[in-house]
């Protein structure tokens, strides 16, 4: 919602303006006792005795909150946890990221944390896919495998005991996305899922949503095939064979600008509500180009806001 | 000059300097939410009109808008990000802050080219760093280094208190940990009256001008400021009137914060929180209810 400056009409703003209340009003009361900002004292209980976790601290036997977000409590355990804040990892979680620097055997990334994250060499799959040392000569070729500006996927492998946030990519479906757009959006619009990358077959498009915010909407690989498009490109032979089709590359954009929209209005993303959003955006013959104009933005807040209320409907009816 | 009108009491800009409570306490309901964020105005007899606005800056991780009256202060928050420059950084356990204030050209009366780095905006870029260091919770972000941008762009007087209290709300807005809120006011005596909250013309008055910042809930004193003599007695009496300003402003932002973080919650709510209940996981298809075991 913050990232919202549209020039709306009157009616679009009296139109947004009734979507977002309804969707506000959708929202369970609890939601309100749930919030907290900085200095707030969180009611608890003080027989049970409570374990304080992120986002509390003790004052004079008070547990108060140093965070703006919710309390969260898992048995006895009392937690806030931020909305807007920076990423923060849990081993892992399936990352996207920009490569920054190249170190000696490592690779520093950008996966909006407080720090840079690092890839080892080590932990990473050989282009030729054969389990060996890493000798001096793949030291030397790093750049062959990843340059400086290269998005890639990763996982998060751990903190190491210095503190810095290591990756690790030993899998055929990591490494370094091509033909396609990285967005970013808000972590907390990001839930941690079984499935992380997904194929949508109809457009031909992969959606990578990782968990740091990082969205990734490419053209489709086929894993296995990676290691031979590499080597076409270091011969930057066949252009016309490794060209992505128009039609691929207007999903692309699609698909995209949904993921747009949609955090910007600051809906949790998910890809059932991605592919929905673009797919209503084409039943409404609305061009690529218009997905970011005021009238989408209203539709896509009065769709979600119908959604919603229907969904709240059927399970207050089954009940 | 009168600074204090003799007959009616009332300061140069209208404000009464004696009444201490506001004109009237926050609205029960909660305030209409405009359609991209939630922006609250403020009126306090003493105090000027308080006004202040989250995410202005939209490649910022936190930003904020600030008024107190005239005075207009844009801050936005860089950061937990990894450390730039090694050479600063001297404990690697905890996160560096750092602070730039710059005036406008625009800002003053006078339309001058300030240069970058000028005494005055040095000293006001160090205090606040100090301010806003005493509250955030350095440790818990080791290696990396915060960065707080303040920038006036309409000066009429407390540039440095408007620009701590809009560091707080950019802080809180970028999710970083702070033991509390810090505000800060300002209040002088002339006329032989204490007044909070100085405009520009009473504060080229040449009076005391005492700088307060506070940690709200604590009731810790971060900042005090003054460039004067004052009697003792009097001294008090005006530092008190300061630290009430600073309460009211901590119940402001405070509110701001709240209905800011309430809408962004209930929008995005939507099947996402898992929750255990007596050991068994529960995905709970809106966001849980808390079930309060204590007194809320």
Known sequence: MRDLHLSLNQTQRVRLEAALHELQSLAPAAASAAAVTVADTIPVNQEDNILKGHGTSDQDGEVVATLCGVVERVNKLVYVRTLRARYKPEVGDIIVGRVIEIAPKRWRLEINFSQDAVLMLSSMNLPDGIQRRRTAVDELNMRSIFEENDVICAEVRGFQHDGSLHLQARSEKYGKLERGQLLTVPPYLVKRKKQHFHHLAQYDVDLILGCNGFIWVGEHVVVGEKTKTTEYQQKSSDDAENFTPLETRKHICRLANAVRVLSALGFTLTVELIIETAEASVSSNVEVNNMLGAEFYVQTAEREAKRRADLLRKKNGAR | ?296
């Not at chain 2, 960065?147 to 208190?161: M, P």
């Not at chain 2, 950019?170 to 005596?189: K, W």
Request: with cysteine.
């Open chain 2, 1 to 296: 000059m009168e600074f204090v009108d003799a007959l009616t009491g009332f300061r140069v800009d209208g404000r009464r300097p004696n009444e201490v409570t506001p004109t009237f306490p926050f609205p029960t309901a909660p305030p209409r939410v405009t359609q991209s964020h939630s922006v609250l105005l403020l009126d306090f007899a003493q105090m000027r009109q308080l006004k202040g606005e989250v995410g202005v800056v939209a490649r910022a991780d936190g930003s904020a808008l600030f008024e107190m009256g005239n005075t207009r202060v844009i801050a936005a928050v860089y950061g937990p990000r990894e450390v730039q420059n090694k050479g600063q950084q001297v404990n690697s356990k905890e996160a560096l802050v750092r602070c730039e204030y710059r005036m406008a050209e625009f800002s003053t009366g006078d339309r001058r080219r300030k240069p970058k780095g000028d005494r005055r905006s040095t000293e006001i870029s160090l205090v606040i760093r100090q301010t806003m260091e005493a509250s955030i919770l350095t440790h818990l972000m080791p290696r990396s280094q915060i960065d707080i941008f303040v920038q006036v762009l309409q000066a009429d007087g407390g540039t440095r208190s408007a620009c701590i209290n809009a560091a707080t709300l950019a802080l809180a807005d970028a999710g970083i940990p702070m033991r509390d809120i810090v505000t800060s006011c300002s209040a002088g005596y002339l006329c032989s009256t204490p007044l909070l909250d100085l405009n520009y013309v009473e504060d080229s008055a040449g009076g005391p001008d005492v700088t307060v910042g506070i940690l709200a809930k604590m009731d810790k004193v971060t900042l005090l400021q003054m460039d004067a003599k004052l009697p003792m007695d009097t001294f008090e009496n005006v530092m008190e009137l300061a630290i009430e300003g600073c309460k009211a402003i901590a119940t402001y932002i405070r509110e701001t914060r709240k209905i800011n973080g309430l809408n962004m919650l209930k929008i995005a709510s939507h099947k996402w929180i898992t929750h255990r209940v007596k050991g068994l996981l529960v995905e709970d298809e809106w966001l849980c209810p808390v079930q309060w075991t204590g007194n809320s």
